[in-house]
């Protein structure tokens, strides 16, 4: 048996019996091709939940942000003025401290993707610094991550690597540094 569905053009209220009633088709259309009136992500590295009003239900709900803060899954999008009020006046701690800022989406947020490495655990970084020197140098071209290439070099320091590896991952990590000035 699967999850309820849900259908974008209508919905059932609880405790209404079989009562339909129409979403806002233009906060709908917005979230298909527009962009948010306004979004906020989470500034720390732990879970946060926040509350939001629902677009179609207009019911108040909780979301829980989580994974690193430059993800889809750690932005809270606004989509109308009703919804901006509720959210200002009901995550006004988290706001007043920081937990919460404004944030401006690049044009291509949703097409950005994670890098390959982003998530890797200390053996899967181990088996990259492992591999035959070309095929190193070849997948670490595609590392464009400061905290990525600092365990690669960290690991490639444990296994006691040439210097001509070391030196291949800190030319790589430069080249990354001088990328974001």
Same mark, same amino acid.
Request: glycine share 6%; charged share 30%.
């Given at each position: 048996?699967?999850?309820?569905?849900?259908?974008?053009?209508?919905?059932?209220?609880?405790?209404?019996?079989?009562?339909?009633?129409?979403?806002?088709?233009?906060?709908?259309?917005?979230?298909?091709?527009?962009?948010?009136?306004?979004?906020?992500?989470?500034?720390?590295?732990?879970?946060?939940?926040?509350?939001?009003?629902?677009?179609?239900?207009?019911?108040?709900?909780e979301v829980i942000l989580k994974g690193p803060n430059d993800r889809p899954d750690a932005i809270v999008d606004i989509w109308e003025e009703k919804q901006m009020a509720f959210f200002?006046?009901?995550? +006004?701690?988290? @706001?007043? $401290?920081? #937990?919460?800022? =404004?944030? *401006?989406k690049p044009g291509n947020f949703e097409e950005i993707i994670l890098e390959k490495f982003a998530n890797a655990t200390d053996e899967e970084l181990t088996e990259l610094v492992n591999?035959?020197?070309?095929?190193?140098?070849?997948?670490?071209?595609?590392?464009?991550? +400061?905290?990525? @290439?600092? $365990?690669? #070099?960290?690991? =490639?320091? *444990?296994?006691?690597?040439?210097?001509?590896?070391?030196?291949?991952?800190?030319?790589?990590?430069?080249?990354?540094?001088?990328?974001?000035?």
């Amino acid at each position: 048996m699967g999850g309820a569905i849900i259908r974008p053009a209508l919905f059932y209220r609880k405790g209404k019996e079989d009562k339909m009633t129409e979403v806002n088709y233009s906060v709908y259309s917005m979230m298909q091709t527009g962009k948010p009136l306004k979004s906020y992500r989470k500034t720390i590295n732990a879970k946060l939940l926040v509350r939001v009003l629902n677009s179609f239900s207009g019911e108040p709900e909780e979301v829980i942000l989580k994974g690193p803060n430059d993800r889809p899954d750690a932005i809270v999008d606004i989509w109308e003025e009703k919804q901006m009020a509720f959210f200002l006046r009901a995550n +006004k701690v988290a @706001l007043e $401290r920081g #937990l919460l800022l =404004a944030f *401006e989406k690049p044009g291509n947020f949703e097409e950005i993707i994670l890098e390959k490495f982003a998530n890797a655990t200390d053996e899967e970084l181990t088996e990259l610094v492992n591999k035959p020197f070309f095929l190193f140098q070849s997948e670490l071209q595609t590392i464009t991550s +400061k905290a990525v @290439l600092g $365990r690669v #070099l960290t690991i =490639a320091r *444990e296994l006691d690597k040439s210097d001509k590896w070391q030196s291949h991952i800190l030319a790589r990590l430069s080249e990354v540094q001088g990328s974001e000035v």
